[in-house]
Antibody, heavy 119, light 107 residues
Framework: EVQLVESGGGLIQPGGSLRLSCAASGFIFSDYKMNWVRQAPGKGLEWVSYISSSDSTIYYAESVKGRFTISRDNAKNSLYLQMNSLRAEDTAVYYC????????????WGQGTLVTVSS | DIQMTQSPSSLSASVGDRVTITCRASQSISRYLNWYQQKPGKAPKLLIYAASSLQDGVPSRFSGSGSGTDFTLTISSLQPEDFAIYYCQQSYSTPYSFGQGTKLEIK
């Protein structure tokens, strides 16, 4: 069974840093592209970042570019999101999601981890 | 960047009703369109990918159609468990983008 489990969320002050992790199991992690998607409280879904299976290709949403860094460790079956210079508007539940072809759809999602940026 | 617009934003319907949700892209995205269902406190669940392909395990009352800029998600006969928020998502190019969501409520 495919399983994605996020961790690392919490309460952080504006300007602070946080590193999210996503532990993958039940599939060959190194074969799959991965994404982070977030959802602010009571709001819709916002795509955050993409990383290819070998981490050779990375993309970011404009809202996080220069502040967030996506990475992966295929040996540890783990995906990461390093978040720096956090702002109140980064407050959200962060989901990791596995990407599948065709049409680059997200067929498996974690349960999410809540990041709250507040003083 | 590609903008996705869903309509309606909310919809009231009864069990057994046929419901259609529309998603429009700001430019052609071929068939790179996916639909997700989200229930309160839960992660989104994939329903339809590549505009019309039904994800494994999803009931056949869900269907998708469209190409280019206009897409629809249809639920042929609403069941109690279908009351949720539905999102479309384009995967034609990054930044991937989602529609604002359609909240399907019980009438």
């Amino acid at each position: 069974e495919v399983q994605l489990v996020e961790s690392g969320g919490g309460l952080i002050q504006p300007g602070g840093s946080l590193r999210l992790s996503c532990a993958a199991s039940g599939f060959i992690f190194s074969d799959y592209k991965m994404n982070w998607v977030r959802q602010a409280p009571g709001k819709g879904l916002e795509w955050v970042s993409y990383i290819s299976s070998s981490d050779s290709t990375i993309y970011y949403a404009e809202s996080v570019k220069g502040r967030f860094t996506i990475s992966r460790d295929n040996a540890k079956n783990s995906l990461y999101l390093q978040m720096n210079s956090l702002r109140a508007e980064d407050t959200a539940v962060y989901y990791c999601a596995r990407e599948i072809v065709p049409a680059a759809h997200f067929d498996s999602w974690g349960q999410g981890t809540l990041v709250t940026v507040s003083s | 960047d590609i903008q996705m617009t869903q309509s309606p934003s909310s919809l009231s319907a009864s069990v057994g009703d046929r419901v259609t949700i529309t998603c429009r892209a700001s430019q052609s995205i071929s068939r790179y369109l996916n639909w997700y269902q989200q229930k309160p406190g839960k992660a989104p669940k994939l329903l339809i990918y590549a505009a019309s392909s039904l994800q494994d395990g999803v009931p056949s009352r869900f269907s998708g159609s469209g190409s280019g800029t206009d897409f629809t998600l249809t639920i042929s006969s609403l069941q109690p468990e279908d009351f949720a928020i539905y999102y479309c998502q384009q995967s034609y190019s990054t930044p991937y983008s989602f529609g604002q969501g359609t909240k399907l409520e019980i009438k």
